[in-house]
């Protein structure tokens, strides 16, 4: 766990910079700092929504080579002969993992590493080796590696993945609400390739934990929190929720999978606030614009109040429902938020989206 | 044994009721985040969905017994009002609650699929539904059924029926093998007195 309950705000975020430099030689480190992000309140009565992600990523010391040097690839592995991972140490279902392509046309790209087993809601896979880890179902659903230009001689970098149970935690630890049931408690929704699944802390298990809402209520406390998709925060208790994160500032490009119809939770990923415009969803492939959210595909952001606003690109600019749609194409899109972007049409597959790092770490 | 009905503009494809989803064969959870009402015939959800919102079963009775069941699979709907073209999932899981087949579809008639009653406002329709996992003979373990809602948007709908190809299993072709013996020797006989 990553996190510190923190009852403060902070508004800023602390960056380790760059280590100094010499005339010989430079020699840097991964920034990392904190954000702080919040959950809206509810009314106690009545849930309120925040769409929400964890930003930051977080980097961890594992058995073999955290970050290298790609010597093979398949649609869904990656292979690199020098890694000396500890088989199996990387698909923990409880502890997951992504990677990151750092270089090369893929770059910028995460997978969730897939788990030995599908215990607790985890993705199951196959297992790492010693040299190849396996990239999970649902990321190699969206795309295939050799085909989104991962590449021999392309660097990665892995990074621990929260979990419900491990970023949420408990309402003793962190001050979610738990209840019998999904109703009397606060929920989540995850949005995995387009299908919706509600989450909640349900108290009256044995022992108490996180559960998905079906048939059996069934331990959910693996689902991973992946850094590039949000999810849906619905928060029934009168008071709101902060979490410190810490972690490593992201130096890389990000490139990530919209599914072609349907629903995608964007995270809004980076330390620092963007715009909507500057999501560069516009940019899409197959993104649709036009006059009305009648034709357009639509993008929700949630105030801090919780209230939803509704979003379409008309071709020019960004445009917000309601009275004389006005234009939003600087309307904030903070840290720790997410979106929710629906896309009209039965197309199949993904298309991919690109963000260039939005701050410069070199000064 | 279930009779397979022909499916209206699917003349080459029959279907059967996989599961029936009114209340003599469906019973709803109570502790399903979604707003219905169900009755003998289906599950009306007359009102604003959110993603992750959804209605699943505390028992049922299957009516699978007797087919090998090969997609394509529907969901048999009724939108009434502005459709707004919602995206679902249903969840199939066994006793378990292992899930055993996941499939995807929208509040939309599809006409590349199998065929159907086209969805005019208040006509039933049958709404193609995409295998995303789950292998086809495992669906006879299902004891769980799960619809959930992809997207979010005020729908006033009503399911009735999740149904899929029929396919008899070998017993049964050989029984309609053997009514087609017999339907030809009736024929013979027929033409032999004419």
């Not at chain 2, 609650?97 to 329709?125: E, R």
């Amino acid at each position: 766990m990553k996190h510190l309950r923190s009852s403060l705000i902070v508004a800023s975020l602390a960056f380790a910079l760059p280590a100094a430099s010499n005339a010989q030689t430079t020699a840097t480190t991964d920034p990392v700092g904190f954000v702080t992000v919040g959950i809206t309140a509810g009314t106690g009565t009545a849930k309120k929504n925040t769409l929400f992600s964890v930003p930051l990523l977080e980097s961890e010391t594992i058995t073999g080579q955290v970050a290298g040097t790609i010597t093979g690839v398949t649609s869904n592995t990656i292979v690199n002969t020098n890694a000396g991972w500890s088989p199996g140490a990387l698909s923990a279902p409880a502890t997951p993992y992504i990677v990151q392509i750092t270089t090369g046309t893929a770059a910028g790209r995460q997978f969730l590493v897939a788990s030995s087993a599908n215990t607790a809601g985890a993705i199951a896979g196959t297992a790492n080796t010693a040299d190849t880890l396996t990239v999970s179902s649902v990321d190699a659903a969206q795309v295939n590696l050799t085909n989104i230009g991962v590449a021999v001689g392309n660097q990665y970098k892995i990074y621990a993945c929260d979990t419900l149970s491990s970023f949420f935690g408990t309402p003793a630890t962190t001050g979610i609400l738990g209840g019998a049931t999904v109703a009397a408690a606060d929920s989540i929704v995850v949005q995995v390739n387009g299908t919706a699944t509600t989450y909640w802390y349900k108290t009256d298990a044995v022992p108490p934990r996180w559960s998905k809402s079906g048939a059996g209520s069934v331990d959910s406390s693996n689902v991973a929190l992946v850094p590039y998709n949000g999810v849906t925060y619905s928060r029934l208790s009168n008071t709101a929720l902060s979490f410190v994160v810490t972690g490593q500032v992201p130096t890389v490009e990000r490139e990530m999978s919209i599914k072609n119809s349907g629903g995608t939770i964007m995270a809004q990923f980076w330390p620092t606030a963007t715009t909507l415009s500057n999501l560069n969803l516009q940019s899409v492939a197959g993104w649709t614009a036009g006059a009305s959210t009648a034709v357009a595909d639509t993008v929700v952001l949630y105030n801090t109040n919780g209230t939803a606003g509704t979003y379409w690109y008309n071709g020019t600019n960004w445009r917000k429902t309601g009275a004389g749609s006005p234009i939003s194409d600087t309307v904030a899109v903070d840290i720790g938020t997410a979106v929710q972007i629906s896309k009209k049409g039965t197309a199949t597959g993904y298309s991919a989206l690109t963000q260039s790092v939005p701050y410069n770490l070199n000064n | 044994m279930t009779v397979a009905l022909p499916k209206a503009n699917a003349a080459a494809i029959s279907y059967q009721v996989l599961q029936d989803l009114g209340n003599v064969k469906y019973t709803v959870d109570t502790q399903s985040d979604v707003t219905y009402s169900q009755d003998s015939s289906g599950i009306t959800m007359n009102t604003t969905v959110a993603a992750g919102q959804s209605f699943y079963n505390s028992s049922m009775t299957s009516e699978l017994s007797n087919w090998s069941l090969n997609s394509p699979y529907w969901l048999k709907m009724n939108i009434t009002g502005t459709n707004p073209n919602l995206p679902f999932t249903l969840t199939l899981s066994d006793s378990s609650f292992n899930t055993i087949g996941v499939l995807t579809g929208t509040t939309t008639w599809d006409s590349s699929n199998g065929g159907g009653v086209a969805g005019s406002t208040g006509v039933d329709f049958y709404s193609a539904l995409t295998i995303v996992t789950g292998a086809a003979p495992s669906f006879q373990n299902i004891a769980y059924l799960q619809m959930g809602w992809d997207g979010g948007g005020a729908i006033n709908s009503k399911v009735s029926q999740f149904a899929g190809t029929a396919v008899p299993e070998p017993s049964t072709y050989a029984l309609l093998g053997m009514g087609a013996v017999a339907l030809s020797g009736y024929v013979v006989r027929r033409r032999r007195r004419a």
